[in-house]
C-alpha cells in the first residue's frame, strides 16, 4: 500500500528481498503502487502471504518506515 513516507528505494528492497523480485519487476510493482494506491507483489497460499505481510511490515518497522502490507483471498 502507498503512503507518503516510506521511500520507493526501501520498497523496492522490500520487493526483492521478500518477494524475490528482479530490480526491474521490483521497480515496476514499487511504481505501480506509487501511481494507483496499491498492487500486487506476489500468489501465495494464504499462510505464505501472512507471513510475507508480517516480515513487510516487522522490516518496515525496524527501519523507521510506515509502510502496510495486506493480505487479500483471490
Do not use: C
Not at 8 to 14: K, N, P, R, S
Not at 51 to 71: H, S
Amino acid at each position: 500500500l502507498n503512503d507518503d513516507y516510506t521511500t520507493m528505494e526501501f520498497v523496492i528492497l522490500v520487493l526483492e528481498e521478500i518477494f524475490q523480485k528482479s530490480p526491474a519487476e521490483a521497480y515496476q510493482v514499487m511504481m505501480h503502487v506509487h501511481v494507483n494506491g496499491r498492487g500486487l507483489a506476489g500468489v501465495y497460499s494464504w499462510e505464505v502471504a501472512e507471513t510475507k505481510a508480517e516480515t513487510v511490515v516487522r522490516m518496515a518497522r525496524e527501519a523507521g518506515f510506515p509502510l502496510k502490507a495486506v493480505t487479500e483471498e483471490a
